[in-house]
């Protein structure tokens, strides 16, 4: 059984702003500061750790916030999600459903998104019953802890003693190929993201995709090819 593991935001789709404007506007609310994250990066990063990020610019202590904020987050999410503007990646459509339809695959998600968020956000574009299981910020902070997350979720649902090594995590920054290879597993990263093919290639990802509209290639990728 081969894991795929997908990253949400620059991989499957583009929420339009969405997630960043939902940030924006709980640490406002919370805090008192509009603005907060306009000088901080988000690339690959998860939840909890952005807004860590934002946390420690201004000062503040994390003290009982992390819930607080997770919980206005999510209402302001759903709200701007709703917005034009989101999409979902060349190819992700037509991908998901070959995927889906093989036996010898699972799908999932290895993501830094909140767990609700990542709902959200998946749902809106009509993608979220693609996914079976999988990791999320909401699990930790730090992305590199998130692999065996997602694992012992698929052991625990098919009941199936799969390893590291059957998973493929797809992502489009170093931090998605970052927190795969530690654990030996295999990860394409496709530049549909903040990074180009050249930023990609110098991640130790095994391969990198300018995007996945072509679905022999992917699937290539994944080891899934014809006779594999
Ligand atoms: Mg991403």
């Keep these: 059984m081969k894991l795929v593991l997908f990253d949400i935001d620059g991989t499957l789709m583009d929420s339009g702003g969405a997630g960043r404007r939902a940030l924006e506007y709980s640490f406002e609310e919370l805090?008192?500061?509009?603005?907060?994250?306009?000088?901080?990066?988000m690339s690959g990063k998860t939840d909890p750790q952005i807004f860590a990020e934002a946390l420690a610019k201004f000062e503040i202590t994390m003290d009982g916030n992390?819930?607080?904020?997770?919980?206005?987050?999510?209402?302001?999410?759903?709200?701007?999600?709703?917005?034009?503007g989101k999409a979902l990646?060349?190819?992700?459509?037509?991908?998901?459903?070959?995927?889906?339809?093989m036996g010898q695959v699972s799908l999932g998600l290895l993501t830094g998104n909140y767990e609700q968020g990542a709902r959200i956000k998946?749902?809106?574009?009509?993608?979220?019953?693609y996914f079976g299981f999988g990791a999320f910020g909401s699990d930790d902070a730090d992305r590199d802890k998130l692999l065996p997350y997602a694992l012992k979720r698929f052991q625990a649902l098919k009941g199936i003693?799969?390893?590291?090594?059957?998973?493929?995590?797809?992502?489009?920054?170093?931090?998605?190929?970052?927190?795969?290879?530690p654990y030996g597993a295999a990860a394409v990263a496709v530049a549909t993201g903040k990074y180009s093919v050249d930023e990609l290639s110098s991640t130790g990802a095994d391969y990198v995709l300018p995007d996945l509209s072509d679905l022999k290639k992917f699937l290539n990728c994944l080891g899934l090819g014809p006779g594999e």
Excluded: H
């Design 66 to 84: 992390g819930p607080v904020f997770m919980k206005t987050y999510i209402g302001y999410l759903g709200r701007e999600i709703e917005k034009p």
């Design 122 to 129: 998946l749902d809106a574009l009509g993608i979220w019953n």
């Design 31 to 41: 805090f008192g500061i509009p603005d907060a994250f306009r000088a901080i990066s």
């Design 89 to 101: 990646m060349p190819g992700v459509s037509q991908a998901l459903s070959a995927l889906k339809g």
């Design 161 to 181: 003693n799969s390893s590291f090594s059957d998973c493929v995590v797809v992502g489009d920054t170093p931090r998605d190929v970052s927190c795969a290879k």
